[in-house]
């Protein structure tokens, strides 16, 4: 059950999170531990994802590695909620659609939630992935991606990644165009965005825009407020943010 929503409705038991990237604009952080271990407020970066998603009752949660595999999977050994499967791919990075479509018989045939282990976020009044459970229509989508306002991101100074319409679906920003939502990181998908997949390594963007084209590409304003942990000096700026809510 949705932990935050108004009506009962069942939440993706099974989510996804990337932790195989390699970390480079966060140097000199990730030159002796891999990104999701970077501490923030206290913790790792993946145990504040973790932590979410064990909030928001799903069992299973299916990561990736690469970089840094070995510390990771060590890191994560002792959790018990979600449990944790690794998805391993030291041998060669697949990019985040590879990575998600070579998981896919873990991830099961529901809708399931996609997690970067780098995003952090402060909930609203209700939990985001409460929220996008409730949301999600499979009838009309096959991805509802959680949107962050660029105008009240911590950390994020880009021209943005999507608009929306009234109805919540998503158009790519043009090349040298701004637009006021950018993507955070979080996602609901439907295992059927992934029908027609490429083999091997290819960016989850090539799905998007594939949905997007077919209307099918949906979007949900966060509630709260997202933190951009891009580089070393926006670590600082998101513990600042974490430690005020908490205060």
């Known amino acids: 059950m949705i932990r935050g929503s108004t009506t009962p ?6 989510a996804m999170v ?9 140097r000199p952080l990730t030159n002796g531990a891999p990104k999701p271990l970077v501490p923030v407020a206290g913790r790792a970066l993946i145990d504040h994802v973790l932590d979410k998603l064990a909030e928001a009752g799903v069992g299973t949660a299916v990561v990736n590695v690469h970089y840094g595999a070995d510390e990771i999977e060590q890191h994560l050994r002792p959790r018990r909620a979600p449990a944790i499967t690794i998805s391993d791919e030291r041998s060669g990075l697949l990019g985040t659609g590879g990575g998600i479509r070579h998981a896919l018989a873990w991830l099961g045939p529901r809708p399931f939630f996609l997690v970067n282990s780098d995003t952090l976020w402060i909930d609203g009044a209700r939990p985001n992935l409460g929220r996008l459970a409730y949301a999600f229509d499979g009838m009309r989508m096959d991805a509802l991606l959680l ?22 679906r998503l158009r790519r920003r043009g090349e040298q165009e701004v637009v006021p939502f950018v993507y955070a990181g979080v996602a609901l998908l439907s295992p059927a965005l992934f029908a027609d997949a490429p083999q091997g390594a290819f960016p989850l963007t090539l799905l998007f825009d594939r949905a997007a084209e077919a209307g099918r590409l949906f979007g949900l304003r966060l509630d709260g407020v997202w933190m951009h942990v891009g580089t070393p000096e926006a670590v600082a700026a998101a513990e600042a943010a974490i430690l005020a809510s908490a205060a």
């Open 18 to 26: 990337l932790a195989a990237g390699l970390g480079t604009r966060m």
């Open 147 to 168: 949107l962050a306002p660029t105008a009240t991101s911590i950390g994020y100074a880009g021209r943005g990644d999507f608009a929306m319409d009234a109805a919540g």
């Open 9 to 14: 409705v069942l939440c993706p038991d099974r």
